[in-house]
C-alpha cells in the first residue's frame, strides 16, 4: 500500500509538471489550473490503462521482423501516449485544437514519463529511507540498516528494494508488483 501511494503521489506531480509544460510551450493547448484534475486522469489512466494498451499492441509488434518490431513498438508507444491524451482531453477541461495540439503533446508526455522513469526508483528508494526511519523512531527501535544477502538468496535489494532473483523469469516491473502485493 505504501508503495502504492508513493508511486501515485510521484507520478501525479511530475504529471502536472509536464501538463503545465506543455499548457506553457503550445499556444494550441489550454491547461491553465486545469493540470490538477487532467493530472488525477492522465495519472489513473497511465497506472490502469496504458498497461492493458501496451501488452494489446506488443502481440503486434511481435508478429514482425527484428527491424520492422522496433519500428512498430515506437509506433506503438507514440499510438498509447496518443490515446491517453485524447482521453485526458476528453475527460477535463484541458482542450487541445489543431494538428500540433494533439499530437505533439503525447511525445512530450512520453519524453516526462522517459525522465520520470530514470528518477522514479531513486525517489523510492530516498522515500522508504525516511519511512522506515520514521517508523522506528517511533516504535522506539533503531533504525532498520540495509545489508547485502548471500549471492544466490533472495532479498531485497538496497537501491532498487525489490528481490533479487535474475532466473525467476519475471521483469522487474512485474517483480515490483509483487513487491508491492506482498
Known amino acids: 500500500m505504501r508503495n502504492s501511494i508513493i508511486r501515485f503521489g510521484a507520478l501525479y506531480v511530475f504529471t502536472v509538471a509536464v501538463l503545465l509544460v506543455i499548457g506553457l510551450t503550445l499556444g494550441s493547448v489550454r491547461v491553465g489550473?486545469?493540470?490538477?484534475?487532467?493530472?488525477?486522469?492522465?495519472?489513473?489512466?497511465?497506472?490502469?490503462?496504458?498497461?492493458?494498451?501496451?501488452?494489446?499492441?506488443?502481440?503486434?509488434?511481435?508478429?514482425r521482423g527484428r527491424g520492422g518490431q522496433?519500428?512498430?513498438?515506437?509506433?506503438?508507444?507514440?499510438?498509447?501516449?496518443?490515446?491517453?491524451?485524447?482521453?485526458?482531453?476528453?475527460?477535463?477541461?484541458?482542450r487541445a485544437s489543431g494538428f500540433w495540439g494533439i499530437l505533439l503533446p503525447p511525445l512530450i508526455l512520453l519524453l516526462g514519463w522517459v525522465v520520470y522513469d530514470r528518477i522514479d526508483d531513486r525517489l523510492h528508494t530516498q522515500v522508504g529511507r525516511v519511512y522506515d526511519a520514521a517508523e522506528a523512531k517511533l516504535r522506539g527501535a533503531p533504525a532498520p540498516?540495509?545489508?547485502a544477502a548471500p549471492s544466490g538468496s533472495p532479498a531485497t535489494g538496497p537501491s532498487t528494494g525489490h528481490r533479487s532473483e535474475p532466473d525467476d523469469g519475471l521483469t522487474p516491473e512485474q517483480r515490483r508488483m509483487l513487491d508491492e502485493l506482498g
Open 70 to 94: 522496433k519500428a512498430v513498438q515506437y509506433a506503438l508507444v507514440y499510438a498509447v501516449e496518443l490515446a491517453l491524451w485524447l482521453l485526458t482531453v476528453w475527460l477535463t477541461p484541458v
Open 33 to 63: 489550473l486545469h493540470a490538477l484534475w487532467a493530472g488525477v486522469v492522465l495519472t489513473l489512466a497511465a497506472l490502469f490503462v496504458k498497461p492493458v494498451l501496451r501488452s494489446l499492441f506488443r502481440n503486434a509488434a511481435d508478429r
Open 145 to 147: 540498516t540495509r545489508t
